[in-house]
């Protein structure tokens, strides 16, 4: 326990300085104070998770980040091609999508990553399902094929079972 | 680097007016969502990276940075919180014939 809160502690500190700019004593102890109280009141409030899955996890993103980047743009266009056409060519749809191999982690970060790809986003999330909403039939079809799931499910790792 | 730079701003500005464009032109509330969420992503993304080239000083440059990365995160939970809000009113009003969203 008192590991996770130096982790969190430190990783906050570096923040502090890369936005106070000052490297003063007051202004250092100051902030270590600050990051050490604000990293224990969230190991009292966030949930447990004993096995690192959330470091785990961020450890595997510069593998799906230049993806997931390049997916953006691609989708950006599409949709800004869309608006631009004369005849909107558009056929909005909801549909669902399954998550269940994905973990807790796993599913947020899915669920925000439709939501950050223009052409789909979240409108709800259930235990096991993500109710999406698209622009087109075609995005919607794109979804349900499930790279962008399995790719995700990927960073998991070792952390597969939900 | 002053010209990427200013050219970088130039098609974030593009595409900020194309999100814009989008939201008076899409028909309902749901698929204009989506044109506000072009602003959010690439016009964001493209400013910022612009103004990361305007300036040589590091400490700048993380903080644009994180406030790219924060705009990832606050980006998507704004819109899905719009978007819950939006399925949720649907929802209850579900008997209401003449009940729509404003458009």
Redesign the interface.
Known sequence: MLIRILIAASLLLI?WV??S?HMTVLSLSLGAASCLLVAWLFHRLALPDPDFKTLYFSFNLPRFLPWFFLE??RS?LD??WR??HPK?V?S?VKSTVSTKILNDVAKTTY??CI?????T????VDADSI?V?S?TQGTAEKLQKGEMKERISALQGRFKTP | MLVASWLLLGLGSVFCLIGTLGLMRLPDFYSRVHAASIIDSLGAILILLGLILQTQDLLVIAKLILILLFMMLTGPTAVHALAHTALLNEKSSSTDENHQLPE
């Open positions: 923040l890369l936005l700019g953006v743009i950006n949709v800004s608006i631009l909107l558009i909005p669920a925000n939501t950050l790809t223009p052409g986003y979240t409108l709800n109710e909403h622009l």
